[in-house]
């Protein structure tokens, strides 16, 4: 039997429509949303996650701190940023800090598709 594999989307509001989150349920994953900090924190400090994606509103900071967040808990996440902001050096201070994607507009669903197995199967 597979192991279902489960992905925090983290967004300082809910994904719009929830796009992101219907195609990863729909490609077998389970799947949680939430936009409050606390919660973020309070979910991985409770529950198994195996991938928290940063949703499109997020801030480089809100991101950031999440990422010290989950290094001072100890867990190993990987964590994807999916962001309609072009900020090529908040880009790269994630990428120093760990960050395994960003995936930028326009959004390819079949991309960020791939790169989640991908990323889920190391």
């Not at 309070?42 to 997020?58: C, E, M, S």
């Not at 309609?84 to 960020?112: A, H, N, T, V």
């Amino acid at each position: 039997m597979e192991r279902k594999f489960n992905i925090l989307i983290a967004d300082k509001q809910y994904d719009p429509g929830n796009i992101f989150k219907e195609m990863l349920n729909k490609s077998g994953y389970y799947t949680v949303s939430l936009s409050a900090y606390s919660e973020i924190i309070d979910l991985l400090a409770q529950k198994r996650v195996d991938l928290v994606i940063v949703g499109i509103t997020a801030t480089i900071e809100i991101c950031e701190s999440l990422m010290r967040e989950i290094k001072r808990m100890n867990l190993k996440i990987p964590v994807i940023v999916i962001s309609s902001r072009q900020d090529i050096q908040g880009k790269e201070l994630l990428i120093e800090r760990g960050l395994k994607e960003w995936i930028s507009q326009p959004f390819d669903m079949e991309y960020i598709k791939r790169r989640v197995k991908e990323i889920l199967s190391v």
